[in-house]
């Protein structure tokens, strides 16, 4: 039978959600302790990648269990139990048998974090960015996003992707609270890299190093050098994966 476990982790610790050989991963991870669990090799297939120091605060991966679980409950109990402290299951879900947590979602959403403050109790999970920057023309320059679909300018080289076309449908910034700047960007997939690209581009324009419509012609260019260099990753958190209601029994 085949589930849907929903999580959230700090990824400072962890080289990346995906498996890598001799690394630590929060998909090896949460692997171990299902199979330790559940008694049968279990692998979790996650909804994306998040790179290495990238956390989530909302994440789904799928799973195959050979039986179908007795008590939900209980086991979210002990695998919070057993799990190192920085993952967190929060539910765990039936789903259909063919659905997918990468292929399915409709939808996914990030958020940066920059804190215009030095802060020791929030260095691991934003970019304390002290120079002046001008939010509003930050928000112009996003708001441009949308008018786009090739974001080869923001992906990652070798990547191997299959595509760069990606369907933005929301990116602006906000203060959350003050000085705690959130950048939000909501699209169908994203490239490796390239909210972290974007957000260190969009930066650049705040500083006044490029305009608004120079943001414009680095998009436009379908080319990486272009861009600037990527923001740290301890500030970038996966917050959103959606899907249809009817994949869930």
């Known amino acids: 039978m085949r589930y849907f476990v929903e999580l959230r982790y700090l990824g400072r610790a962890y080289c990346g959600w995906q498996c890598q050989p001799d690394q630590p991963t929060v998909q090896e991870t949460v692997n171990r302790a299902l199979s330790t669990l559940l008694r049968a090799e279990i692998g979790v297939t996650g909804a994306g990648r998040t790179d290495t120091g990238v956390n989530a605060s909302y994440y789904v991966a799928h799973f195959d269990c050979p039986a179908p679980i007795a008590d939900v409950g209980q086991l979210i109990y002990k695998l919070n139990f057993l799990l190192p402290g920085d993952i967190a299951v929060s539910a765990i879900r039936p789903v259909r048998p063919d659905a997918h947590a990468r292929f399915d979602a409709c939808e996914r959403e990030y958020r940066y974090f920059i804190e215009r ?24 320059a996003a708001a441009l996003l949308p008018e786009f679909d090739d974001f080869t300018s923001f992906a990652k080289l070798n990547s191997n992707n299959k595509t760069n076309i990606c369907r933005i449908s929301h990116a602006a910034w906000t203060e959350q609270s003050e000085g705690v700047w959130r950048f939000t960007i909501r699209a169908d997939r994203f490239l490796r890299n390239m909210v ?29 050098s272009r861009s600037s260099a990527g923001a740290p990753a301890q500030g970038l958190f996966l917050s959103d994966v959606t899907y249809k209601d009817d994949i869930y029994l």
Do not use: C, H
Request: net charge positive.
């Open 117 to 140: 403050r030095k802060n020791p109790f929030s260095r691991d999970l934003s970019w304390q960015y002290y120079v002046p920057l001008d939010l509003e023309r930050m928000n112009r």
């Open 196 to 224: 972290r690209s974007i957000v260190g581009t969009l930066v650049d324009v705040g500083r006044g190093r490029y305009t608004v419509e120079q943001f414009r012609e680095i998009v436009a260019a379908r080319d990486l």
